[in-house]
């Protein structure tokens, strides 16, 4: 009975680790076709707050925050124009977050 008992405690650990070690591996590949890695952000605050900076300084772009897609939390990324080389610039997603292009012309201060 103990010898029973014993398998089955190894037999369970064995599974948990290997369901483990697949949860990594699949958040360590690659998203999209841009070839970015996933490195995922803890809450999407993070996500923006990493991404912004190289985001903005892509001609065109005027802003970035994040937003919600279809009841997910996602980055919007808001441009002058959209055009296929800006399109092409900005990746679909993020640190795992889907990023949507909206078009809001150029934004000033009054």
Do not use: N
Not at 2 to 16: D, K
């Amino acid at each position: 009975m103990a010898l029973r008992t014993f398998s089955f405690i190894l037999a369970a650990s064995v599974i948990i680790f290997l369901a483990g070690a697949a949860s990594i591996t699949a958040s360590s590949s690659s998203s999209g076709s841009s070839g970015e890695k996933l490195v995922a952000a803890k809450t999407i605050e993070e996500a923006v707050s990493r991404h912004a900076p190289d985001l903005m300084a892509l001609p065109g772009v005027v802003g970035v925050a994040q937003g919600q897609c279809g009841g997910r939390p996602c980055i919007r990324v808001y441009v002058i124009e959209k055009i296929p080389e800006l399109e092409q610039k900005i990746p679909a997603r993020l640190d795992g977050f889907p990023v949507v292009i909206d078009v809001t012309g150029e934004i000033r201060a009054k």
